[in-house]
């Protein structure tokens, strides 16, 4: 599997974007290969790459499954036997199917359906991707022997077209008019919001190639606003707590499961860091009142995260509004210093979105 190309926007271990890279340490991003277990009352946090340079932004989206080639259990949306009902129409030896929305996060269906008898063929889904790279998408089939889903054989264009990607599996099939065979896909996207083109094909193993018509899909997210927190904020030691609210709206068709928040800051002067004692972070939860949410320190970055109280329903529907109300002060002894902080907001383990809340630490 090819791993992502960094982004332009790099920082060290230990400066104050890392917090923003963090954002992993928040929602459990992995790199490519890796598994991330989930905690039970908050969201796994992975130890800083200490040293070594973070890239913040795509941080925030980085792939979270395993490599290419393994197989995954099927996810809940995806429960049992997937949907394998033939698409197309008689004439075409070759259709395929792709759901019109893929929001960020969520596995969206997909399938192909040969017609016509193929010997060692090989299925090829080109993609063209707007708004996100072509890397950061994840397409796997259903093996009906071993009841599993499985990554696709890929390969991505390079620096010069980091858009395009290629995705293959290997088919032999007897299928005829009367009695096609279809494969189950699923896609997901954990970048960007944009768009997905694919254009699907086989070659036969014979010298022969079957075109499908061209698929889209909008790759969509919940929007998130937060309202209260001003440019230019300042706390002052020992003051007054500052409130400030986190809104998610699901303005997609799917409903979001597993949806978490999450709160992070960094902050460092000559003589020492901001540490989760110097900041009071509290969430007002209805029917209990403003609760206490604790700081964990990241590693040996000396950023710190919080994982909010959950306060909608889940999964959030369609339409439905998620509302995080947090107020944040700060203790009498903590350091002068200019402070990295800021909200993100995923899915599981993958991240839909964060922006960031820089404020002051004021003597008086």
């Known amino acids: 599997m090819a791993q992502r190309p960094a982004r332009a926007w790099k920082a060290t271990a230990g400066s104050a974007a890392t917090v923003i890279a963090g954002l992993a340490l928040v929602v ?8 991330v277990p989930a905690a039970a009352t908050a969201r ?31 996810p809940t949306s995806f429960t049992g036997h ?26 969206s269906s997909s399938n192909v359906t040969l017609r016509t008898p193929v010997s060692k063929g090989t299925v090829r889904l080109d993609v063209t991707t707007q708004g996100f790279i072509s890397a ?8 009906e022997k071993s009841h599993r889903w499985v990554d696709l054989d890929v390969q991505h264009g390079g620096t010069e077209t980091p858009d395009k990607g290629r995705f293959t599996f290997p088919l032999s099939s007897a ?9 189950a896909l699923r896609v997901k996207a954990i970048d960007r919001p944009g768009r997905l083109t694919v254009t699907a094909s086989i070659d036969d193993g014979h010298g022969h190639t079957y075109g499908a018509p061209t698929r889209s899909a909008v790759v969509d997210r919940p929007t ?13 030691r020992g003051g007054a707590a500052k409130e400030f609210d986190l809104t998610v ?23 020492r860091a901001v540490v989760p004692k110097d900041l009071v972070l509290q969430q007002y939860v209805p029917g209990h009142g403003w609760q206490r949410v604790s700081l964990v320190p990241g590693g040996c970055d000396p950023g710190m995260s919080a994982a909010l109280i959950p306060t909608a329903k889940t999964p959030l529907a369609p339409g439905a509004t998620a509302v995080y109300r947090m107020r944040l002060a700060v203790a009498g002894d903590a350091p002068v210093v200019d402070v990295e902080a800021g909200v993100s907001v995923g899915t599981g383990d993958t991240s839909l979105d964060y922006q960031t809340l820089p404020f002051k630490i004021r003597a008086k």
């Open 28 to 35: 459990g991003a992995a790199t490519p290969g890796q598994a």
């Open 44 to 74: 796994a946090h992975s130890v800083p790459n200490c040293g070594a340079a973070a890239t913040a932004p795509m941080a925030a989206a980085t792939r979270t499954t395993t490599a290419a080639g393994t197989k995954t259990a099927p």
């Open 82 to 107: 997937p949907a394998m009902a033939a698409t197309g129409t008689a004439a075409q030896k070759l259709s395929y199917s792709l759901a019109p929305e893929a929001p960020i996060g969520l596995w």
């Open 136 to 143: 950061s998408l994840l397409i796997q089939r259903y093996d």
């Open 175 to 183: 299928a005829n008019p009367g009695h096609p065979a279809t494969v």
């Open 224 to 236: 998130t606003t937060v309202t209260g927190w001003p440019a230019g904020a300042g706390l002052v």
């Open 249 to 271: 709206k699901n303005t997609t068709k799917r409903a979001y499961p597993d949806l978490n928040a999450a709160y992070f800051a960094y902050g460092q002067n000559s003589e």
